[in-house]
């Protein structure tokens, strides 16, 4: 119910029962619990739920590693504010991409909230496609071999945009891993690979509004500040490794 107010910026009681699955008197009682905790309050204007700035310290014990803090939210948040699209940070986590920071907070262009915690599928985003175009051929045939196990799919694997040979061969040429269509629809994005030696650790995936911006255009504009985003956090990680 937390992350349903949250990444909808605030719900009614009857919208977070259907957005949960959670029986509506279920939900409103929840609710009162949660207000009587500081964790939601709720607008009386509008009668929507939001979440306080209390909730912010359930995270309080949790500690990402020093490298997410340290040497990819300071770039992230610079090259946020020089395209002013949203940017994505996110890591392959038990066969799918998790958003671990974003910067749709102070991107003026976002259309998302809530985004840090999300799981998205590999095969139909960006940034799994920059992961496995990427990650060493040991690694990526193991990921492989886990999503046909759990998801039931064999060899080749065609997709709404075509093959994935074929798509994991054009990102390498690329340089970043893509979406055009497809999953989320109404935007598009590229995705870099962060190395930790040859272990791709993390990818970094801008996001824009598709109506907006062509993908060629978004290539031209924004691929080469991606990477080289990408790659100084990668030998900022390799350094701080070799101390």
């Known amino acids: 119910m937390l992350q349903a107010v949250n990444q909808r910026d605030g719900l009614k009681a009857a919208e977070v029962a259907a957005e949960t699955g959670i029986p509506r008197p279920t939900v409103y009682r929840l609710l009162e619990t949660l207000e009587g905790l500081g964790f939601v ?6 009668e929507k739920w939001r979440p306080t700035l209390k909730a912010k310290s ?7 590693k020093d490298w997410v803090a340290q040497s990819v939210v300071p770039e992230m948040v610079r090259l946020g504010r020089e395209i002013l699209w949203p940017l994505d940070l996110v890591t392959f986590n038990d066969h799918q991409m ?13 259309i998302d909230h809530g ?17 496995l175009a990427f990650s060493p051929e040991a690694e ?8 046909e196990a759990q998801l039931g799919l064999r060899r080749p694997i065609i997709l ?4 994935l040979d074929y798509i994991l061969s054009q990102a390498r040429q690329l340089g970043v891993g893509f979406r055009k269509e497809g999953f989320r629809s109404a935007t598009k994005s590229i995705s870099a690979p962060i190395f930790s030696g040859e272990q791709v650790v993390a990818c970094l995936t801008i996001i824009w509004t598709g109506s907006a911006l062509t993908f060629d255009d978004a290539i031209r504009l924004y691929r080469d500040r991606l990477l080289e985003t990408t790659q100084r956090i990668s030998r900022e990680l390799a350094e701080k490794e070799a101390l």
């Not at 709404?160 to 093959?163: A, K, R, T, V």
């Open 115 to 131: 985004m840090v915690g999300l799981k998205l599928p590999v095969l139909e985003t960006s940034g799994g496609r920059a992961y």
């Open 140 to 147: 990526r045939e193991r990921t492989l071999a886990g999503l």
């Open 160 to 163: 709404q945009d075509g093959s």
């Open 41 to 46: 309050s709720r607008d009386h204007s509008s």
């Open 98 to 110: 998790e958003i671990r920071e974003s910067t749709h907070n102070i991107s003026p262009y976002s």
């Open 58 to 64: 359930l995270s309080s014990g949790f500690r990402d």
